[in-house]
Nanobody
Framework: VQLQAFGGGLVQAGDSLRLSCVAS????????TAWFRQAPGEEREFVAT????????LYGDSVKGRFTCSRDNTKNTVYLQMNSLKPEDTAVYYC?????????????????????WGQGTLVTVSS
């Protein structure tokens, strides 16, 4: 599956932004999809993941309560609603997908679990 992330931009601290990840190719609706981010000089960080059905979501500790991940399988799109943005949220955001089913929920928080990646979209939060 091919993934494309959209919606990044420059915002001020406290603002909101919504990212979209649009998929094409195989049955995306069967894939768990995640968002990761990477700031300059930092390792890639888990942000959120959502199950293929949309019923289960997991979030990284740094974004819990501020970010919400959702999906619309009729549009082959996964969203990341980001509220109360902070300067430390500045990073390139990537979406990733996997069709593999794993019994451990923590497995879905690792970047190594995902085999399909989008190109990334830059989010910059000014103070």
């Amino acid at each position: 599956v091919q993934l494309q992330a959209f919606g990044g931009g420059l915002v001020q601290a406290g603002d909101s932004l919504r990212l979209s990840c649009v998929a094409s190719g195989r049955a995306f609706s069967r894939d768990a999809t995640a968002w990761f981010r990477q700031a300059p000089g930092e390792e890639r960080e888990f942000v959120a993941t959502i199950s293929w059905s949309g019923h289960t979501t997991l979030y990284g500790d740094s974004v819990k309560g501020r970010f919400t991940c959702s999906r619309d399988n009729t549009k082959n799109t996964v969203y990341l609603q980001m509220n109360s943005l902070k300067p430390e949220d500045t990073a390139v955001y990537y979406c990733a997908g996997t069709g593999y089913r794993h019994p451990s929920r923590n497995w879905y928080t690792s970047s190594q679990s995902y085999n399909d990646w989008g190109q990334g979209t830059l989010v910059t939060v000014s103070s």
